[in-house]
């Protein structure tokens, strides 16, 4: 089974960026797609973006042209490049393993990363 672990979160103000990073405890190389998620407080939790494993990305139109998902399979990493960060982007930042074909996440979820920014 593998496991996530999310860091890279923080307080940042309006304007500023993060890169968030998630290391996974076995080997990505084989699954096809990866995702980031956030919940923000009082909502669900909601996709952010995709990435397959042929690098193509997806996503959701409110991070798009702000947000950057990456991935590097030797190490078992995938990345979030947030610039330009809002106050609604605030919120609890999770990676998983995506089908993207059944819309559904792969794996048990890690503890995410907090973004908080500030007006």
């Known amino acids: 089974q593998v496991r996530l672990v999310e860091s890279g979160g923080g307080l940042v103000q309006t304007g500023e960026s993060l890169t968030l990073s998630c290391a996974s405890s076995?080997?990505?190389?084989?699954?096809?797609?990866m995702a980031w998620f956030r919940r923000a407080p009082g909502q669900q939790r909601e996709l952010v973006a995709t990435?397959?494993?042929?690098?193509?990305?997806t996503y959701i139109d409110a991070v798009k042209g702000r947000f950057t998902i990456s991935r590097d399979n030797d190490k078992g990493m995938v990345y979030l490049q947030a610039d330009s960060l809002k106050p609604d982007d605030t919120a609890v930042y999770y990676c998983?393993?995506?089908?993207?074909?059944?819309?559904?996440?792969?794996?048990?979820w890690g503890q995410g990363t907090q973004v908080t920014v500030s007006s």
């Open positions: 998983n393993g995506y089908s993207i074909q059944a819309h559904i996440p792969l794996f048990s």
């Open positions: 076995g080997s990505i190389f084989s699954v096809r797609g």
């Open positions: 990435i397959n494993n042929s690098g193509g990305t």
